[in-house]
C-alpha cells in the first residue's frame, strides 16, 4: 500500500485554454513534470475531464472534472473560481497569476505570479485582464499562503509592488520543451517555405503582438539594414490590435513586401520556424521571463534581445543585447550577426549552452521544495 504523504491541487485551466502562451505552457509542463519527479504524494487536477492536452501522467495524478463556461475571454473564465469544498488538500496552487483563487480556502495555498505588467505598464495589457488584475491581486495576496515567480527581476518587482515578504516567495525558471532543439536547417527552410511559403532567408520575431513587445522599433531597424542583407522580417503571434499598426508601419517604410505576419504558429512546428531562422530578435520593452529568446537558444539561433527587465538575467552570455529604446544599435547588432560569421557561430554556441542550464525538471523540483515548505509552515 502506498502511503500518501500529502495531497496538492492545481488549477490546470491554463493549460487548456491558453496553450501557446507562456503561461498555459508554464502550467502544462509543471504538470507533466511534477508527474515525473514524485510519485509520493497525491495530485488533483482541475481541468474539464475532456480536454486533458495530451498529458499522460502517473496513477498519482488524477483529474477534477470542472464545467467550462463561454465567458470569450480566458481571463473571464478562470475568473470563476473552482469549487474545492469536498477536497481534501493540503496546497491549492493557482498558475495563472492567482486569477481564480477562491477566497474561502481551508488548505493553504499557492499561486504562481508571473510578473507585475499590469501594475507597470498597464497601457499595454487588456481592459479585461487589467481590471481583473487590480480588483482582485491584491484581495488574492492576502489569502494565498506564498508566491512562485519566474525570475529575481520579478520577484523584487512584487515585493516593491506589494510589500509581500520575500522569505514567501520562490523564483523557479521556466525552461524551453524538449522539442526546441538544433535541427537539419535544410529540412527546416524547407518545411517552412512549402508549408507557410517563405521562401527568403528570414530575421524572426515569435511571441505577443501588444506594444510592450516593441514591433514597430523592430520594423524600424530591420528597415535599415534590408537592404544590405536579402532577408525578410517574419513576425509570428496571433495578429492583435496592433497589427493594423505594424502593416501601416512597413508600408510607410516601404518594406511591406519583407515584413511577414503568418500569425499564431502551431507548437509542433515552432522548432522547424527556428531552425529556418537566419536569426531571432527579442527587442521587448518588458517580460517577468520571455520564453521565447530561450527556445531560439536552444536551437541555436542566434539571439538579439533588449536588456530590459528581466531578459539580461535570463539571457546571461547566450545572445546580443540592445538597448529596445535605441533602433539603431538594434539594426547594427543584426548587421554584424549577419556579416561576422565567427561572430554568428560564437553566439549560436552561447545560446545552446545558456538554454541549457534551464530545465522543466528543476523547475519542478523547487516548485515541491517550496509546496513542502509552505504546507509545514518553515519559513
Keep these: 500500500e502506498r502511503i500518501v504523504l500529502m495531497k496538492f491541487g492545481i488549477d490546470g485551466r491554463a493549460a487548456k485554454w491558453y496553450r501557446g502562451t507562456g503561461i498555459g505552457t508554464y502550467a502544462c509542463e509543471l504538470i507533466k513534470s511534477l508527474s515525473m519527479i514524485d510519485q509520493k504524494n497525491d495530485y488533483l487536477i482541475f481541468m474539464p475531464k475532456d480536454s486533458k492536452p495530451g498529458l499522460s501522467l502517473n496513477s498519482n495524478f ?99 509592488e506589494f510589500n509581500y515578504p520575500e522569505e514567501r516567495i520562490q523564483v523557479t525558471p521556466l525552461a524551453a520543451e524538449s ?30 503582438l501588444g506594444p510592450r513587445k516593441n514591433i514597430s522599433g523592430l520594423i524600424e531597424a530591420f528597415s535599415m539594414i534590408k537592404d544590405k542583407h536579402q532577408v525578410s522580417l517574419v513576425i509570428a503571434g496571433t495578429k492583435g490590435k496592433s497589427y493594423e499598426d505594424y502593416k501601416n508601419l512597413a508600408y510607410n517604410l516601404n518594406i511591406e513586401g519583407k515584413v511577414i505576419f503568418p500569425g499564431f504558429i502551431p507548437a509542433a512546428d515552432l522548432p522547424f ?86 530545465n522543466w525538471k528543476s523547475t519542478a523540483e523547487k516548485t515541491l521544495e517550496f509546496y513542502n515548505k509552505i504546507s509545514s509552515n518553515i519559513y
Design 62 to 160: 488524477n483529474f477534477a472534472d470542472i464545467s467550462i463556461g463561454e465567458k470569450g475571454s480566458f481571463w473571464d473564465e478562470v475568473n470563476i473560481p473552482n469549487i474545492l469544498n469536498d477536497k481534501q488538500m493540503d496546497i491549492y496552487h493557482v498558475p495563472q497569476n492567482g486569477v481564480g483563487l477562491s477566497n474561502n480556502m481551508r488548505c493553504a495555498s499557492v499561486i504562481t505570479l508571473h510578473d507585475v505588467i499590469p501594475c507597470r505598464m498597464p497601457e499595454t495589457v487588456s481592459d479585461r485582464y487589467l481590471k481583473i488584475f487590480s480588483e482582485n491581486i491584491p484581495e488574492i495576496l492576502k489569502i494565498c499562503s506564498g508566491i512562485i515567480t519566474v525570475s529575481n527581476f520579478s520577484k523584487m518587482d512584487i515585493i516593491k
Design 179 to 208: 522539442i526546441f532543439r538544433p535541427l537539419d536547417k535544410t529540412i527546416s527552410k524547407d518545411f517552412i517555405s512549402k508549408k507557410y511559403f517563405m521562401k527568403n532567408k528570414f530575421i524572426l520575431y515569435v511571441g505577443g
Design 273 to 358: 520556424l527556428y531552425n529556418a531562422a537566419e536569426l531571432f530578435v527579442y527587442p521587448s520593452f518588458y517580460e517577468g521571463f520571455g520564453l521565447p529568446p530561450v527556445e531560439a537558444m536552444a536551437c541555436g539561433v542566434p539571439v538579439i534581445s533588449s536588456n530590459a527587465a528581466s531578459i539580461p538575467e535570463i539571457m546571461g552570455d547566450g545572445g546580443i543585447m540592445v538597448n529596445p529604446k535605441d533602433t539603431w544599435e538594434l539594426s547594427r547588432a543584426m548587421d554584424n550577426l549577419l556579416e561576422d560569421n565567427s561572430l554568428y557561430q560564437t553566439i549560436s554556441l552561447r545560446g545552446i549552452n545558456r538554454a541549457s542550464k534551464y
